[in-house]
């Protein structure tokens, strides 16, 4: 149980198009949901938490008219890129955790979204 | 701000020997402590979580917390070739982001 996925895992794109990523989680209802970015040889830095029917809350530094969060639903959010440039190619990773009753404090991550902008 | 310190490593250790990552974190308020393994180009992978002072064991893996003096541990016994990863601690409370530290490369020699 608690698997999530990503789509796509990689994506090339030229520059100043946009980039939709998806994260699902499969087999739970996500109540909240996180987006890392790591650059190479970097730790993953928190972009943004995103709760199921709210805007998301962006962490400092992240344009959030740049980096589109829209959780419409309790397993499926997702993180438009929009006029990517080159220094957006990153691994894009997205986690998601619930809560209630029987939840933990684990989250769940997803695979990751390797994009490359050229 | 919330920090979580890793030394960076590398840290180089012979087949069969035993492995010790250490984390330090600076939020007193943090109830979650994980120990995450990322090979490279692959997403983080869940090795530990332990939430309360002591030792955690789990096969070759053994979580310990020290919430007083704000230090985690991490130990791998019989350590093996394909231990070889980065190993990230994260630290949070229930339902907020996971803070990460930047990460201790650990290299296991066959």
């Known amino acids: 149980g608690a698997v999530v996925s990503q789509h796509p895992s990689w994506v090339i794109c030229k520059s100043g198009t946009s980039v939709k990523i998806e994260c699902r989680s499969l087999?739970?209802?996500?109540?909240?949901m996180f987006w890392y970015r790591q650059f190479p040889k970097q730790s993953l830095m928190l972009m943004a938490t995103?709760?199921?029917?709210?805007?998301?809350?962006?962490e400092q530094g992240v344009e959030k008219d740049k980096f589109l969060i829209n959780h419409a639903s309790l397993t499926l959010s997702t993180l438009t890129v929009t006029s990517a440039h080159p220094e957006d190619s990153s691994f894009y990773i997205c986690?998601?955790?619930?809560?209630?009753?029987?939840?933990?404090?684990?989250?769940?991550f997803g695979p990751g979204t390797r994009l490359t902008v050229t | 701000q919330k920090e979580v310190e890793q030394n960076s490593g590398p840290l180089s250790v012979p087949e069969g020997a035993i492995a010790s990552l250490n984390c330090t974190y600076s939020d007193r308020g943090s109830q979650s402590f994980f120990w995450y393994r990322q090979y490279s180009g692959k997403s983080p992978e869940l090795i530990m979580s332990i939430y309360s002072n002591g030792d955690k064991e789990d096969g070759r893996f053994t979580a310990q917390l020290n919430k007083a003096s704000q230090y985690v541990s991490l130990l791998i016994r019989d350590s093996q070739p394909s231990d070889s990863a980065t190993y990230l601690c994260a630290v949070n409370q229930a339902g907020t982001a996971l803070i990460f530290g930047k990460g201790t490369t650990l290299s296991v020699s066959s």
């Open positions: 995103s709760n199921e029917g709210s805007k998301a809350t962006y």
């Open positions: 087999d739970f209802q996500a109540t909240t």
């Open positions: 986690s998601a955790w619930t809560s209630g009753p029987k939840s933990s404090y684990e989250q769940y």
